[in-house]
């Protein structure tokens, strides 16, 4: 089996998990006691009420026979008619919200994994290098403690903190620091080609993203050194060092490339904080992102976007996955799909 | 209506420090205030707390509540007059009133605008002209639904009729005293004839989703600048606005929903004026220092945990909070029993925060007839399960004698929010649960989110359950049309019938009979309101738990216009900067 056939072969597979995805979506919501017309009608105690609900109904199609109502919802999905949404965002076409919502829990998310690989990784390879020294058992510590910080504890603590940084940060306070931003609220995405824009957008994501990537930073400490201790017992190690390899060329070449290959599922795995993990950093620091509306969709009722949501989750998942094993044969030739 | 936590801040950009994140904010006053969502401002949806404050400033009616008073004034006419029978209202607009796109105001927007409210498929308003008291004759045709028959509205059919340019006649089905507070009600605001097409005759001039959420267009003091959906809504004030120049040229509302992040801001003084979360709030840091009329009230709050004092103000939500007894499901002396067994006060002390009236009618004391005296004197001398005291043994006495006693004890069960302040409604449901065990019911409790609860009221599959109801105007009757037994009540009073619910079916016909602007009828409206809130004293067809307040507080870099009631507009055009 080639590469290609390979693929092929992952994304028949992932019909099916599309499916049993939206579906569990639809049943959830349809068959839970969510009903989107009530969170639409909002807190009244009427007369009307009742005939404001049953007209709601009506028009969502909710009164349909529900054998009806899922067929048309997974052909509207699977024929990419995401539709509009009910509740959260009436008379909007999920496409367009989920393209304005979308980019703030990407830039998010990809400080989330950057900051950890740029902290985590490095702490965890130089523990590794260190066994057993006192530097190692401090960032061996560090690690589990940051992996144990709960997300909501260390958010609302780094808010209360950098509220009151007026100490920190040269005199000026997190807000001032080096550019003026807003610690709570969702970064303006719109200037990041110019430097100022970069900048601030950057500095507002940076408190959330340390959050959100904090359990990740531990693991990936924790990984990086068990994985460099692994490969400096081997063979080809002292191989290297007899016939004379620079211990900078015996780190860089041999041993961190080797050590990467477990690290890359525990990396692209948590491409996945994009989704869920983001939920409750977003509404902490006020991002309103996708982790949010996501959530929102859900508790609503709100089927079409929900569902939408949820069908374009999986097809990210499913499309990372493949491209992560795609990834594999290419930092270690010996992996290949290839029948044997 | 809001109960929004809304923060707000005021930052007067300097024009001289160059920091100005963009040169054209430079020298204008920013007013930026967060708001608990923003999604869609269309007049003829319903709104959340945070869309309704944007509509607020972008829309405007023909009548509007003044500041500091509950009398209906006119905003977009210059006169009016009302027929011999009470149901032809003919309007004269002001000529000098332009919507954000340049158009003149016409009595032609307001037939197309009052037609999207009965006809579009985006309205979830139409009952407010088509249903209630006061209704604006139509036609109805027949439809047929899974097979049923019905009548529904016939589209064209509205009787608002543009006699010319400037003149706009409206015919009621029946005559309505309170018709001023509803052409004053938001959904009836006009928007520019033709902006969409989602009635019959017109294509629109935008989409549909660019007018409900990025470009709303209507005749209030301020339009949108900009909107990044679900997150950031930025108003500018209008320069060809047709009434006072508003305060802030800018205003910039961010979308913050948790409770700590909203304090947060408040703290770091992004903001200047801000509604301190429940959680954070510490009723004895209140100085009160003077009340006005409405029972509103200002006065000092601090200090704050940056050191700082602040301004605060509270005034009457004019909403009433409640536990609702499906009468159908829950027998008369158990309902009387749980009323007897409890202190609403403590509702308010442990539950609230101290923030609220105990709520002992159904009209808020705002609306009650004769004001807040009035109410407190009538619940004290009348209320009669012990007013501000609970009285175990009169509930236990009320159970024994329907036959329960230790051996036999009655069981129900109580829904509660968790959505909705859910900390202060544990905590008075444990409080209600403790009393209810001493006299002889087993009070189980469930919680769910509201639309799980207002769904299952209607099914009818729930005891008791929290709800409350936020009067539409200033008015006993928009709150006193649900105290009578009629099909669609959700206590299903209808069930359960007594002596009192006869009398609250009569003296609701006596307010039908009245409906004229006179003293001796709106005597005869007053004396019936009255009746029914006994009437339903008699047969404790709720459990009632607190009157909500507003509140506000604002730091001294800016001078905020007290909140007159929850009636009024969230408005901040009147908000300067010293």
């Given amino acids: ?340 | 209506m809001g109960t929004a936590e809304t923060t707000t801040a005021g930052t007067t950009a300097d024009a001289d420090n160059g920091s100005a994140d963009n040169g054209d904010t430079s020298g204008t006053n920013a007013l930026s205030l967060s708001i608990p969502e923003a999604s869609n401002f269309d007049p003829v949806q319903i709104k959340g707390d945070g869309s309704q404050i944007v509509s607020d400033h972008v829309f405007s009616e023909l009548f509007t509540l003044p500041q500091g008073g509950l009398d209906p004034a006119a905003q977009l006419v210059t006169d009016y007059t009302v027929s011999e029978d009470g149901r032809t209202y003919t309007f004269t607009l002001r000529d000098d009133v332009t919507f954000h796109n340049g158009d003149q105001l016409t009595a032609q927007d307001f037939v197309y605008s009052w037609e999207r409210l009965a006809a579009s498929e985006n309205s979830k308003e139409g009952e407010t002209i088509l249903e209630g008291g006061f209704q604006i004759a139509y036609d109805t045709m027949t439809e047929t639904v899974d097979g049923e028959e019905q009548e529904v509205y016939e589209p064209g059919s509205l009787a608002v009729e543009a006699v010319d340019d400037q003149t706009l006649e409206v015919t009621l089905n029946a005559p309505f005293f309170d018709a001023l507070f509803w052409f004053a009600y938001g959904s009836l605001s006009p928007v520019p004839e033709g902006i969409v097409g989602d009635i019959e005759g017109y294509d629109g001039e935008m989409e549909y989703s660019e007018f409900s959420s990025q470009n709303p267009v209507g005749t209030g003091p301020y339009e949108i600048d900009s909107v990044s959906t679900g997150t950031e809504v930025v108003l500018s004030a209008r320069e060809d606005y047709h009434g006072e120049a508003p305060g802030p040229d800018e205003i910039q509302m961010q979308v913050v929903t948790n409770t700590e992040a909203i304090y947060r801001r408040a703290m770091n003084e992004n903001v200047d004026v801000f509604r301190l979360p429940n959680s954070q709030f510490d009723p004895s840091k209140v100085s009160i220092e003077e009340t006005r009329s409405l029972s509103q009230k200002v006065g000092t709050y601090g200090l704050l945990e940056n050191g700082r004092t602040a301004n605060y103000s509270t005034w009457d939500e004019a909403y009433t909070a409640y536990f609702i007894f499906d009468c159908s499901r829950v027998e008369k002396p158990i309902r009387q029993a749980l009323n007897y067994a409890v202190n609403q006060e403590n509702f308010v002390e442990q539950g609230f925060r101290g923030v609220g009236e105990p709520a002992y009618h159904q009209a808020p004391p705002t609306v009650y007839p004769g004001g807040k005296e009035a109410y407190d004197q009538h619940a004290q001398e009348g209320f009669p399960y012990g007013y501000r005291e609970a009285q175990l043994d009169q509930a236990r006495t009320t159970m024994e004698e329907a036959g329960y006693g230790e051996d036999n004890r009655a069981s129900i069960t109580l829904t509660l929010y968790n959505d909705r302040n859910p900390d202060a409604y544990s905590r008075i449901a444990d409080l209600i649960r403790g009393k209810a065990q001493s006299v002889y019911i087993d009070l189980q409790i469930e919680r769910a989110p509201f639309n799980t609860i207002i769904d299952g009221a209607v099914n009818g599959n729930l005891d008791m359950y929290t709800l409350g109801n936020g009067l539409e105007y200033p008015s006993a009757q928009d709150m006193l049309k649900f105290g009578r037994p009629y099909e669609g009540n959700l206590v299903r009073w209808r069930e359960d019938p007594s002596d009192a619910s006869q009398r609250a079916a009569n003296a609701w016909e006596t307010i039908q009979n009245n409906p004229d602007p006179t003293e001796e009828a709106r005597q005869a409206r007053a004396d019936a309101f009255i009746q029914m809130e006994e009437a339903i004293w008699e047969d404790a067809i709720y459990l009632t738990n607190y009157h909500p307040r507003g509140r506000q507080s604002w730091y001294d870099e800016v001078d905020v216009p007290i909140q007159t009631s929850g009636f009024h507009d969230r408005l901040f055009d009147g908000v300067t900067f010293s």
Avoid at chain 1, 90 to 103: I, M, N, R
Avoid at chain 1, 108 to 117: E, K, Q
Avoid at chain 1, 152 to 173: C, E, K, M, P, R
């Fill in chain 1, 1 to 340: 089996m080639n590469r290609l056939t390979y693929l092929l072969k992952r994304l028949l597979l992932a019909i099916p998990v599309l499916w049993l995805g939206t579906t569990a979506t639809f049943v959830i919501i349809r068959l839970g006691p969510l009903n989107p017309a009530a969170a639409i009608v909002g807190p009244v105690n009427s007369a009307e009420a009742q005939e404001r609900l049953e007209r709601i109904e009506e028009q969502l199609g909710l009164n349909d026979p529900i054998h009806e109502q899922y067929v048309e919802y997974m052909l509207d999905l699977f024929t990419f008619d995401l539709g509009q949404s009910w509740v959260q965002y009436p008379g909007q076409d999920t496409v367009s919200l989920l393209a304005q919502f979308a980019p703030r829990t990407i830039w998010l998310g990809l400080w989330a994994i950057l900051i950890p690989i740029f902290i985590g990784i490095p702490l965890g390879v130089y523990a590794g290098l260190n066994v057993n020294t006192k530097r190692d058992y401090t960032a061996s510590i560090t690690g589990i403690v940051w992996r144990a910080m709960p997300n909501f504890w260390l958010a609302a603590i780094l808010l209360a903190l950098l509220s009151q940084s007026d100490t920190l940060f040269f005199g000026t306070g997190w807000q001032s620091f080096i550019v003026e931003t807003e610690l709570i609220g969702a970064p303006d995405l719109s200037n990041l080609g110019t430097p100022e824009g970069f900048v601030t957008a950057t500095k507002q994501i940076l408190p959330p993203a340390f959050v959100l990537g904090s359990a990740s930073m531990g693991n990936e400490l924790r990984l990086s050194r068990t994985a460099v201790l692994e490969i400096m017992n081997e063979d080809f190690i002292d191989t290297a060092q007899a016939v004379g390899v620079s211990r900078r060329r015996l780190i860089g070449k041999h041993m961190l490339r080797n050590a990467m290959i477990p690290l890359i599922p525990v990396v692209t795995s948590e491409a996945y904080v994009l989704v869920g993990g983001s939920v409750l950093v977003e509404v902490v620091f006020g991002i309103n992102g996708i982790g949010t509306l996501f959530f929102d969709a859900m508790t609503s009722g709100d089927l079409p976007l929900a569902g939408s949501l949820m069908f374009i989750f999986i097809l990210l998942t499913v499309t990372i996955n493949i491209l992560q094993d795609i990834l594999y044969t290419v930092i270690d030739p010996r992996i290949g799909y290839e029948e044997r």
